[in-house]
């Protein structure tokens, strides 16, 4: 693998206001001071619980949402630091695959122009937008014929392969995929899947992976950073975060994780306490109003994320 850094974020932070008051104004601390970076041909997956702040960070990557704090930089360029215009450009090498593929394309749109879309950035012409929308279909398994149809007569499946089609249309250098098979049967999720490995095989982009589905994470993912409360808790390779989970957060999603060979022993990890409330994170660590391990210091100091071995990084004061 090239260990050239496609995209690197330091210090990301998002506090979205509220207000609580006629006067008063209190924040959701969506992200917080989070820090991670992907190398190129690379898939980095992003696990935690809904409202972990994991699709926050994409949009922010994207630079759909201004940040509170910190930098994102992709290719060496700091996209917070660009104009509107220089992120309209520097987009060109960004590819984006939403959650729900229904909601992602535009019903009134034939195929061949919800593909071909970002094209249009590019000024080309018609016929060499239609030619290449075409080697786009082909790269996901679709006919040509599907340029001439519309979002309604497709599948689940086959939007899914439509959205990704368009991602890949601008040849990026980086692909966030949010939840890319959530709304998909399992079989299809497999199709999905399989196929992403093989494109990014071929095209050789970055992947962040955002989802909640660990055995999607695991299957596809290179890395695996673990979420809780807009902050990092554990950060290390695929194998070696299943293998050697030392975050009680981390230590209790696995354990509730589905084996594919369902005979394994196991220890099962039961959460109880209460889940936080993002308006007012608790002091020290954010994890401590449940964490079945939580000592004084962890209601006083916040953890670092630090390394404890060979690239395995963990929040926590008792690992």
């Known amino acids: 693998m090239n260990e050239t850094i496609i995209l690197k974020v330091e210090n990301l932070k998002k506090y979205f206001p509220i207000k609580t008051g006629l006067f008063s104004t209190s924040y959701i601390h969506a992200v917080d001071d989070v820090s991670f970076s992907i190398k190129e041909g690379e898939t980095l997956g992003l696990v935690g619980e809904s409202g972990s ?55 009134k749109m034939m195929i061949k122009d919800l593909v071909g879309e970002p094209l249009k950035l590019y000024k080309i012409e018609k016929e060499d937008i239609l030619e290449k ?65 093989q494109l990014q095989k071929e095209f050789n982009f970055s992947c962040l992976l955002i989802s909640h589905d660990l055995a999607v994470v695991r299957y596809i993912s290179n890395k695996v950073a673990i979420m809780y409360m807009g902050r990092i808790m554990e950060l290390a390779s695929s194998k070696e975060i299943v293998k050697n989970p030392l975050h009680p957060y981390t230590e209790a999603l696995y354990s509730a994780a589905l084996e594919v060979k369902p005979t394994i022993n196991k220890k099962r990890v039961i959460l109880k306490g209460t889940l936080p409330s993002p308006i007012n994170p608790p002091r020290g660590c954010r994890f401590n109003t449940r964490c079945y391990k939580a000592e004084e210091k962890c209601f006083k100091e916040t953890p670092e994320l630090r390394e404890i071995k060979n690239g395995h990084y963990v929040a926590c004061h008792l690992v």
């Open 133 to 197: 929308v075409k080697e786009a279909l082909e790269k996901v398994n679709l006919l040509p014929s599907y340029m001439y149809r519309y979002p309604r007569e497709l599948s689940g499946g086959e939007k899914q392969r439509i959205v990704i089609a368009r991602a890949l249309i601008t040849n990026p250098k980086l692909i966030i995929a949010d939840e890319p098979t959530s709304a998909l049967d399992v079989s299809t999720q497999a199709q999905i899947l399989e196929l992403m490995k």
């Open 53 to 107: 702040g994991k699709s926050t960070i994409a949009r922010l990557i994207m630079r759909l949402i201004e940040p509170t704090g910190g930098n994102v930089y992709f290719m060496g360029n700091n996209i917070f630091k660009m104009s509107k215009r220089e992120v309209r450009l520097i987009r060109r090498k960004m590819g984006m695959i939403f959650q729900d593929p229904s909601s992602a394309l535009n019903p």
